[in-house]
């Protein structure tokens, strides 16, 4: 069985900074990409970043610049270092993964889903 585990959100005021980490057990899973998306209240889940074991990286264009993903392949664990943070980055942020992804940006391409880190950013 396949498990995804969030830390690191919280609280921070406008510009600050947060990482998020993502460790991912179970038995010989081996993702092929793994991915961050977030969720407002009352909004869709939306894509913010995704990272394939290969090495390509995609960001969406609201935090390109601001936000880095990166792995750590012995830990089976993904980050999102989010810097300059604005209010409306917001949400309940989720790790995803999969083995086969061909739209990475695609919630529905990812079976398996982290129970969600809550990101609030203060004016």
């Known amino acids: 069985q396949v498990q995804l585990v969030e830390s690191g959100g919280g609280l921070v005021q406008a510009g600050g900074s947060l990482r998020l980490s993502c460790a991912a057990s179970?038995?010989?899973?081996?993702?092929?990409?793994m991915g961050w998306f977030r969720q407002a209240p009352g909004k869709e889940r939306e894509f913010v970043a995704a990272i394939r074991w290969r090495g390509t990286i995609l960001y969406a264009d609201s935090v390109k610049g601001r936000f880095t993903i990166s792995r750590d392949n012995a830990k089976s664990t993904v980050y999102l270092q989010m810097t300059s943070l604005k209010p409306e980055d917001t949400a309940a942020y989720y790790c995803a993964a999969d083995r086969a992804i061909v739209v990475v940006t695609n919630p529905r391409e990812y079976a398996y889903w982290g129970q969600g880190t809550q990101v609030t950013v203060s004016t």
């Open positions: 179970g038995r010989t899973f081996s993702p092929d990409a």
